[in-house]
């Protein structure tokens, strides 16, 4: 029996014994489909959270060419864009949503709990995407 042969075996008896839970093979698969090498990052630069009760959650994003406010209410993002054109992107772990940009304002609703950003294209064609947040 050569090294392949023993490791095909072992691969075999991992997946008979101890096989990677489906979730795991899901979240790995939509972490990479919605990696971005080639975007340029917004990095939060202010956040407002209600302390008490259930009111909105206000982000502001900026790059070098975008800024991105964003309001999050139960399972609404809205936001406004300066600097980008054409559709604003709302993007979870497991979920993509393109909705138009009108007049620097987008909305999206039904958008799951949890981690989002928001990807957008400068007025220069650069891709931008904002930091994960939880929403």
């Known amino acids: 029996m050569n090294d392949d042969d023993f490791l095909d075996v072992l691969r075999a008896a991992a997946d008979k014994f ?4 489906a979730g795991v093979l899901r979240d790995a698969s939509a972490a990479l489909a919605l990696r971005s090498l080639d975007a340029e990052l917004a990095a939060l630069v202010e956040s407002e959270v209600l302390v008490r009760g259930d009111g909105p959650l206000s982000l502001a994003f900026e790059s070098d060419r975008v800024t991105v406010s964003l309001e999050i209410i139960d399972d609404v993002v809205r936001g406004f864009v300066t600097g980008a054109e054409g559709e ?23 958008v799951p709990p949890g981690l989002v950003r928001i990807r957008v294209t400068a007025l220069d064609g650069t891709p931008v995407v904002t930091q994960w947040a939880r929403g």
């Open 18 to 21: 101890d096989p990677v839970p």
């Open 88 to 110: 604003a992107v709302v993007e979870t772990p497991r979920s993509r949503r393109a909705v138009p940009i009108t007049d620097g304002w987008f909305m999206v609703t039904e």
